[in-house]
């Protein structure tokens, strides 16, 4: 779904491969493999795709049908995002085994994104969105709201 979107908004505003890689600074083949779901685009890379054209992670990402969005900040920070993770699993009294199985994940892998020590992978993180059906621009502390739009 979001290789879809991404070549969707990328014809939309008639950009090239090659000028999306330019951008963020990867090759046309490396960013060919996200647009065409044959590798997995890191969430930075991400993040930078969504701030160029000025729309949402989760639109991008399938979770809603909104494309902007009140923008408190454009960078995703490990820390905020780890926080974020940890209160909406608490809220829902679940273990970090629970959610590591949902989202498959290792378990210590999934702690040290709670802790901020290392970034989520982004399928990871849409599943842990659309499992708790909370927005992932909020995860990633872009919005205030953690609703899905």
Not at 52 to 67: A, R
Not at 125 to 131: I, N, Q, R, T, Y
Request: aromatic letters at 12%.
């Amino acid at each position: 779904m979001i290789y879809e979107r991404m070549k969707d908004i990328r014809t939309y505003f008639d950009n090239t491969q090659k000028e999306l890689a330019d951008y963020l600074k990867v090759s046309r083949s490396t960013y060919a493999g996200w647009e065409n779901g044959i590798d997995a685009i890191p969430l930075l890379k991400l993040n930078e795709f969504c701030n160029f054209y000025g729309i949402s992670l989760d639109y991008v990402c399938g979770l809603s049908n909104t494309k902007k969005y009140d923008v408190i900040s454009n960078k995703i920070d490990k820390i905020i995002l780890g926080n974020n993770l940890k209160e909406t699993r608490l809220k829902h009294s679940d273990s970090q085994e629970t959610i590591s199985n949902i989202i498959k994940v290792d378990q210590s892998n999934y702690s040290k994104y709670e802790l901020g020590k290392i970034l989520i992978h982004t399928y990871p993180l849409v599943d842990f969105a659309k499992h708790y059906k909370v927005s992932i621009d909020w995860l990633c502390g872009k919005t205030k709201d953690s609703d899905i739009k």
